[in-house]
């Protein structure tokens, strides 16, 4: 798979061949379940899981006799809902994966006995659950802690530059660095999407001594002004 910018022409790519074999070239590769293409897109990765996503939801609500709301959303979130965040952090999600992914469980929920005429946000009030766009956020603001803190084996540098605590005005003591972009490819990279979101927590969040505290901390942010959900 040649990785190369969307304007780049593909007729000349060079070949590369093994004991003078022809290597075959593909447009996109999964590694590690997870999907991409040549222009480092995570689009083709969306398209699977939601198909996927979508056929199994189908089942639910075909297979399950009982029509309680509440036990046909157990089951969403055990069966449907893992394939839809399964390593969520690496994708750079655009506007429109974020709307594909969040149909799924709009659709679902829209289906549920005395719920079809009610708005998206009520029923995920009455539900008690959150929107898949708001529990990726999530996910990565823990992830996030755990890099600045050590807690997986990631070299922070990588990823983030720790401000010095001089310079905070505003936010918290573990404010980051935000890179600088010339496109929103790569802004929804997961390094540069997330700073902006950790800048503005309160400190005794980012501050938290362990990743149980740090999530039950971030349970209580209003997280709802960095969604479109």
Not at 84 to 100: D, G, H, R
Not at 102 to 116: A, C, D, M, N, P
Request: with cysteine; aromatic share 12%.
């Amino acid at each position: 798979m040649h990785l190369k910018h969307r304007r780049l022409n593909s007729q000349n790519d060079q070949i590369y061949s093994v004991n003078n074999c022809a290597l075959p070239v593909v447009d996109s590769y999964k590694h590690v379940g997870i999907t991409y293409d040549m222009h480092l897109s995570y689009t083709p990765h969306v398209q699977n899981i939601t198909a996927r996503a979508s056929r199994r939801a189908k089942l639910i609500l075909t297979c399950f006799t009982a029509r309680n709301p509440d036990v046909l959303m157990k089951a969403f979130i055990v069966y449907v809902r893992p394939m839809l965040e399964f390593s969520s952090t690496v994708w750079n999600m655009t506007k429109q994966n974020i709307c594909k992914v969040e149909s799924l469980q709009t659709r679902f929920t829209k289906r549920l006995v005395g719920l079809s005429k009610i708005s998206y946000n009520r029923r995920l009030e009455m539900l008690n659950i959150e929107s898949l766009e708001e529990r990726r956020l999530r996910s990565d603001l823990i992830m996030c802690y755990k890099i600045l803190r050590g807690f997986v084996n990631l070299d922070r540098s990588m990823f983030f530059f720790v401000l010095a605590e001089s310079s905070r005005t505003r936010g918290n003591s573990m404010k980051l660095y935000k890179h600088s972009c010339n496109s929103n490819f790569y802004a929804n990279f997961f390094w540069n999407r997330i700073v902006n979101i950790w800048n503005n927590l309160p400190d005794f969040v980012v501050t938290a001594p362990s990743v149980a505290t740090f999530r039950d901390r971030l349970r209580n942010c209003d997280l709802s002004k960095y969604v479109l959900y």
